[in-house]
């Protein structure tokens, strides 16, 4: 095979993949493409081995989130991206092994924390109820 041979046909490989939307393995997913190996999800594509997700991409062994973008391990989390073993995140990006965080950015195995500053649990939980008032969150 001549190095002109081997990149046609990945090209053409590429190609006929970004043709395919089906689902693989998946059980009860509603409106969602190149899904695997996945439970219940809605409006996802690109989700491996996640469930009870909605409108999420290219993420990897979540539950219950929505709206995530490339997050993997991550467990009842919103609108977050980049985000990786984390739980109960709320608009968060590149945080790792962290659980009840709202608005941070690149936090690692923080709790509790607004806007990357940490608050005591009740606090925490008083702010953001208020924040997703105003936020209409």
Do not use: W
Not at 12 to 17: F, I, K, T
Not at 60 to 73: A, F, N, P
């Amino acid at each position: 095979m001549t190095p002109s041979e081997f990149e046609e046909r990945l090209r053409e490989l590429v190609q006929r993949h970004a043709a395919t939307t089906a689902n693989v393995g998946c059980l009860a997913c509603e409106r969602c493409e190149r899904c695997t190996d996945s439970t219940f999800l809605k409006d996802c594509q690109n989700v491996a081995r996640s469930h009870y997700c909605s409108s999420c991409v290219d993420c990897t062994d979540c539950t219950q989130s929505t709206e995530l973008v490339g997050c993997i391990s991550c467990s009842h989390c919103e609108r977050c991206e980049r985000c990786v073993g984390s739980a109960y995140l709320v608009r968060c990006v590149d945080c790792s092994g962290c659980t009840y965080c709202f608005g941070c950015v690149g936090l690692s195995k923080k709790d509790f924390h607004i806007l990357n500053e940490p608050y005591e649990r009740q606090e925490y939980f008083a702010m953001v109820a208020e924040l997703r008032r105003a936020l209409r969150i």
